[in-house]
Nanobody
């Protein structure tokens, strides 16, 4: 059974940085397509970044150049380094996984989800 637990959220001023961590069950990061999504109040959940098992990745245009995703297969951990944060980055951030190999950022393409971690960016 795939389990995903996010951590690292918090409150930060605009221009600041945060690093989110997703701790996954054994071998998930190594064998599954992994991604970060976010959902702001009153908005639909949207894809932020995705990486498949080949290392191919895809980022939302809104975060390119500011966010960097990385993973540690041995530690079963996925990271999201967020720099130059903006108030519009405020959202609950979710880790997601899927058995298929792809770089889609659609929520429908991911089967497993964590419970999320809140990120709040003040102006």
């Amino acid at each position: 059974q795939v389990q995903l637990v996010e951590s690292g959220g918090g409150s930060v001023q605009g221009g600041g940085s945060l690093r989110l961590t997703c701790t996954a069950s054994r071998d998930t990061v190594r064998r599954y397509t992994m991604a970060w999504f976010r959902q702001a109040p009153g908005k639909e959940r949207e894809g932020v970044a995705v990486v498949d098992i080949t290392g191919s990745s895809n980022y939302a245009d809104s975060v390119k150049g500011r966010f960097t995703m990385s993973k540690d297969n041995d530690e079963n951990t996925l990271y999201l380094q967020m720099n130059t944060l903006k108030p519009e980055d405020t959202a609950v951030y979710y880790c997601a996984a899927d058995r298929a190999i792809h770089t889609s950022l659609r929520t429908a393409d991911f089967r497993y989800w964590g419970q999320g971690t809140q990120v709040t960016v003040s102006s």
